[in-house]
């Protein structure tokens, strides 16, 4: 038995090795550099420790921005990129003719160059000399005045980007939630449709909980991604990020580290710190709620 345990943590190792030198270090040195004050990069040296990295950085106008951008950018597009794809799900797994059609369609914007897709919502959007853009041109069919969503007011930037995010993250979504659906046991359709159940109590009382692993996977995995948030403001709105009023943690962190305002390595650490602390309290407090909503077969 001895022997087994030996090889068992044999096999273990380089995937151990892996996850402490590319994980667990950088989190530790991170941790360090975030009480590090006045730390030079270039030197290698700093003047004292203390939390005044964290106080800088919460009282930094342009964190105070990003985190708010990031939390509406949660708050938004993670219930609704599941909530639509769950119904898209759905409906894909009641049809017969063209599914695969359909699945395709749907998975197209997942193998789609995010700056490309970026673009392709720029010119929707973006006024220019020579067009008001094709939303503009939708708007005005139905009497409405145009607006510029790239450059103009900060709701209708926010607006772009929650829009753009959901078409981002969704297909991945749809393609997790369609083969979560077939994978029901089709027993349970059977007793349900012979006691004459109505197709919503359906939906509710069998395919919801046979399903709720992967809503809560998804849910899980799209907090974590929303947080994570950077390139799609970027490809909307430019690198000039904090000059929109677009930009985010992650972001925030980069400008910090490599940006026109760069240089200030204990200030991106206590940023990415931070972001640390939401996201595991965030994932905390989803593991208690999946405790009672979450039902494992």
Avoid at 16 to 41: R, T
Avoid at 95 to 108: A, D, G, H, S, W
Avoid at 154 to 162: G, N, P, Q
Avoid at 208 to 237: C, E, H, Q, R
Wanted: contains cysteine.
């Amino acid at each position: 038995m001895e022997n087994n345990s030996n090889k068992a943590w044999l096999y273990l190792l380089p995937a151990l090795l892996f996850l402490g030198v590319f994980m667990v270090y950088p989190l530790v040195d991170v941790f360090v550099y975030s009480f590090e004050e006045g730390y030079n990069s270039a030197s290698q040296t700093f003047f004292g420790v203390g939390t005044y990295n964290y106080s800088y950085v919460l009282h930094d106008p342009y964190f105070l921005q990003a985190l708010k951008n990031t939390l509406i950018l949660v708050v938004i597009t993670v219930p609704l990129s599941t909530g639509i794809a769950l119904l898209i799900s759905a409906g894909l797994a009641s049809i017969k003719p063209l599914r695969e059609l359909f699945q395709t369609i749907y998975f197209l914007p997942y193998v789609t160059n995010t700056l490309a897709v970026g673009l392709v919502f720029m010119i929707l959007f973006k006024k220019t000399p020579y067009s008001d853009g094709l939303i503009n041109l939708l708007i005005n069919l139905f009497g409405g005045s145009s607006v510029d969503f790239i450059d103009g007011p900060y709701w209708a930037k926010m607006l772009v980007l929650c829009i753009y995010t959901i078409w981002v993250v969704m297909p991945f979504k749809i393609l997790v939630l369609t083969g979560s659906l077939a994978s029901v046991d089709q027993t349970y359709y059977n007793a349900a449709r012979v006691d004459g159940t109505p197709r919503w109590r359906t939906f509710t009382r069998i395919t919801l909980p046979m399903i709720s692993p992967m809503l809560f996977y998804l849910i899980i995995t799209g907090f974590i991604g929303a947080f994570k948030a950077y390139s799609d403001a970027v490809a909307l709105f430019g690198t000039n990020l904090n000059a929109a009023e677009m930009n985010t943690i992650v972001g925030y962190v980069y400008d910090m580290l490599y940006g026109d305002s760069g240089g200030y390595p204990s200030y991106a650490s206590a940023a990415a710190i931070i972001l640390f602390a939401i996201v595991l309290t965030i994932t905390c407090i989803n593991l208690l709620v999946s405790r009672k909503h979450v039902h494992y077969s």
